[in-house]
């Protein structure tokens, strides 16, 4: 049997939710993987592990990098923002976050929150609370110390913090740190600092590079900014040689392995408690540096900042609140969903365990896709990345893949059939959420010169498509559609994407009211037309018999077909049948019996079935994956939410509940068994590994995917039906016939819906009444309300 397998399988030995505090608690350190969160100010960064692990970046991972993660390397989750605590006298030390000493501490626990994580461990007397967070008033990591002696004699510590510094480009460390090491410094400021200075040939904005610092609100004993000398040789962080051999040198660095380390020597009598505040933090000049010291030494600064802290998060979140009869997905749509979300706007596809910060930048196409879960939260927020992407757009309406917004880099520019047209639901979002047409106006420049109002690009989007359609009238492939992978099978420019044909009807649908909106209504009867046009191609030459076709390939032959032995039939094309309004109404519903019959798994649908091995050509199959992994038949969470919403129209909430709640992270790490789902069990993953991969279960690349925008917009606006549209808020749930109803409370327009739904009629869908303040609606869009700050609304199923 797979040694992992007869692993401690109990994730209740590993962790907790505390749902009321917006936490979840880790009991262990030695997970399967790093769990990872996400502490940030929108500037200054860190990824931190439960285990203390993590890496921290100003603005951009790829080029400034504070810190070194050693991803993919031996031993796992190193290096990190780590603090050591050693007994003075008998030199016996250990860290708070149980990572990377070899002496654990007796007791232990760790915790992330909303944009913190807190350790608490104790050893030999010792009380150690830490909490580490970004605040919002210092671009710094603030690592909130507490040392408390707990015993009967009094303690004599020597307290490290210690972190080590990477070159800042990532990249370039990969290929010339042997030069370029040299070029970098560290020193000793005279406000009791280390300053860390980044500056090489050739780096990307040397202007904009800040310095890093490294200090605290505590005398220092002792501080090191050579890594060989706080470190040594052939150890590492587990046995610092400097702590070992009885304190910091005192080095600094003009040249070589960077870090900072910082020493305190702490006594504290029985019951005395001692805080120490670290900061790592960046600044522009020297000046500056040591303006934000000594503003993050104030008395009172690390409680404002955390508690500005909670209080941004507090009123992010508080845009919905909702009461279920199933806590595992309350807990997620409440909070740990739109959380990673926000994630996922931040930083795209960039950095995460799995991916290493390099060469991601911004997707359009992945980018475009979060802001749909941005929108309800923070509309602004959501306008201005929706204009950051329309300038990343030509006259002639298409997109650059990525860009680097932060590092000024040249960007992608292939061009792929579905990223411009991602924009338009975006746009129809914020119309729906704000109901005001204004930023449809609003001037954006395009890349190639000149500019448009918003909606002047969005129209651009569907004109490009529109110029690029293959010989059976599908949008052309190009490069590839929302799957990567296709591009193999269109490297001819012949190829032709039925999936797009689908996503460029949901677009259109949305472009009919966007055009009405911005005072087009000429283009409206333009949109209506192409809609028809595809929909007519998807029900003919899309559909195989019992679901619909994925692609045409340059040969001329059909992806997705019955006709062939592998990659029969692909998810998305079945989904996005129904979404787009464009499947007949039998066809759409066989479509989907399809996938339940031949893709569905009990943990969660596969993308693809059976597996490619072969397929089209031996000598160049459609895909390298495995089978059963990554994009071959695994189980891809991103397109699962499609199923969820398609089933939601379709009126199956029994159906679509199951879909949503087996791929909820703890639900499905549950099934799976925690050593093999191995990823945190409060943030989905992109996929897990299908039944065709003897890995069945293993949850890969979390946090970081479109799972999450999609899966927040699948359960609260198709299953608990609550959705802004244009002229009001939608009630229309669709949810599993056995509940007895759920609410919400959910902020729109200037006014919070108190919903409340009943379900004494046990049906999975259909609205009998709706009344808000007691008055009796007819329909079941309800209005906005201007000026009023909350209506009662009872919902009858
Ligand atoms: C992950 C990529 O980030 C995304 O852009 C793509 O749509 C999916 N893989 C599917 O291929």
Excluded at 671 to 677: M, Q, V
């Amino acid at each position: 049997m797979n040694a992992e397998l007869t692993r401690n399988n109990d994730s209740k030995a590993y962790y907790t939710f505390r749902d009321e505090e917006k936490e979840v608690e880790f009991k262990r350190h030695d997970m399967p993987t790093p769990w990872m969160n996400y502490l940030s100010n929108g500037t200054f960064h860190t990824m931190l592990s439960h285990a203390g692990g993590g890496v921290a970046f100003y603005k951009s991972p790829q080029i400034w990098r504070i810190t070194r993660y050693r991803f993919f390397h031996l031993p796992m989750d190193r290096s990190g923002p780590y603090i050591y605590v050693q007994d003075a006298k008998t030199g016996s030390y250990w860290c708070p976050t149980s990572e990377p000493a070899l002496d654990k501490p007796e007791e232990w626990k760790s915790a992330h929150g909303m944009g913190y994580t807190r350790f608490e461990a104790k050893r030999g007397g010792i009380a150690a609370r830490t909490v580490y967070f970004v605040g919002p008033h210092e671009n710094s990591l603030i690592w909130n110390l507490n040392l408390t002696n707990e015993g009967t004699e009094a303690k004599e510590l020597k307290v490290y913090a210690y972190a080590e510094f990477g070159m800042m480009e990532f990249m370039r460390e990969l290929q010339w740190q042997c030069y370029n090491k040299h070029q970098v410094s560290v020193q000793y400021h005279e406000g009791e600092a280390l300053v860390y200075r980044y500056g090489v040939e050739n780096q990307p904005k040397p202007e904009e590079t800040p310095l890093v610092y490294l200090a605290a609100d505590t005398p220092l004993a002792g501080y090191d900014g050579d890594r060989e000398e706080f470190i040594g040789s052939y150890r590492s962080e587990t046995n610092p040689a400097a702590i070992e051999n009885g304190g910091c040198t005192g080095s600094t660095l003009l040249g070589g392995d960077p870090c900072g380390a910082l020493q305190f020597n702490v006594t504290l009598q029985p019951g005395e408690s001692r805080t120490i505040n670290v900061f790592l933090g960046t600044a522009t000049d020297e000046t500056e540096v040591s303006r934000a010291i000594f503003h993050s030494r104030e008395a009172g600064f690390v409680e404002a900042s955390f508690q500005a802290l909670k209080e941004n998060w507090s009123g992010y979140l508080g845009a919905w609140e909702s009461r279920l009869p199933d806590q595992d997905a309350e807990r997620m749509i409440n909070i740990w969903n739109p959380y990673q979300a926000h994630r996922n706007f931040l930083f795209s596809r960039n950095i995460s365990f799995y991916a290493t910060g390099t060469f991601r930048g911004v997707g359009y196409r992945d980018t475009a896709q979060d802001i749909l879960s941005v929108v309800p939260f923070d509309t602004e927020l959501a306008l201005d990345k929706l204009k950051l992407l329309l300038g990343q757009q030509y006259r002639d309406g298409h997109v650059n893949h990525y860009f680097f917004p932060n590092e000024g880099w040249e960007p992608v520019t292939s061009i792929h059939s579905d990223d411009h047209l991602w924009t338009a639901l975006s746009a129809w979002d914020l119309l729906a959420e704000t109901g005001d047409a204004a930023f449809l106006q609003a001037k954006v420049p395009y890349y190639d010169g000149g500019e448009g109002t918003v909606y002047e690009h969005l129209r651009a989007a569907i004109d490009f498509t529109a110029s690029q359609l293959g010989s059976r009238g599908f949008p052309l492939m190009l490069r590839s559609d929302w799957n990567d992978q296709l591009f193999r099978v269109c490297r001819e420019g012949k190829g032709e994407s039925i999936w797009t044909s689908m996503q460029l009807g949901t677009v259109l649908l949305r472009m009919i009211d966007l055009a009405a909106a911005a005072g087009h209504p000429e283009d409206t009867v333009r949109y209506g037309a192409m809609y028809e046009l595809q929909r007519e191609l998807v029900n003919s030459i899309g559909w195989d018999g019992r679901w619909f076709r994925r692609a045409i390939m340059d040969d001329g032959r059909f992806l997705g077909s019955d006709e062939h032995d592998e990659a029969k039939i692909w998810l998305n094309a079945q989904t996005w049948a129904t979404i787009s309004g464009m499947a007949d109404v039998d066809k759409g519903l066989q479509a989907m019996d399809s996938v339940r019959e031949m893709l569905d798994t009990e943990l969660g649908i596969k993308k693809i079935h059976p597996s490619i091995t072969t397929f089209p050509d031996p000598a160049d199959p459609l895909t390298n994956y495995n089978k059963g992994t990554g994009e071959n038949g695994a189980v891809f969470c991103h397109a699962n939410t499609w199923a969820i919403i398609a089933e939601c129209l379709l009126g199956r909430g029994d159906l679509a509940y199951k879909y949503y709640r087996q791929l909820l992270p703890n639900v499905a790490m549950d099934k799976a068994g925690l050593w093999r789902y191995k990823a945190e069990p409060y943030v989905y993953a992109s996929n897990l590994f299908g039944p065709e991969s003897d890995k069945f279960g293993l949850a890969n690349v979390s946090w970081l995917t479109g799972t999450a925008a999609w899966m927040y917009v699948a359960v609260t606006q198709y299953i608990l039906g609550v959705k802004p549209v244009l002229n009001g808020l939608s009630i229309d749930p669709c949810i599993p016939a056995d509940w007895e109803g759920f609410t919400v409370k959910r902020r729109f327009r200037g006014c919070v819906y108190d919903i409340s739904v009943t379900n004494a009629n046990k049906v999975c869908k259909g609205v009998k009444s709706i009344t808000a303040d007691g008055v009796l609606l007819e329909g079941n869009i309800l209005p906005a309300y201007p000026g009023r700050s909350s209506v009662k609304v009872e919902v009858v199923l």
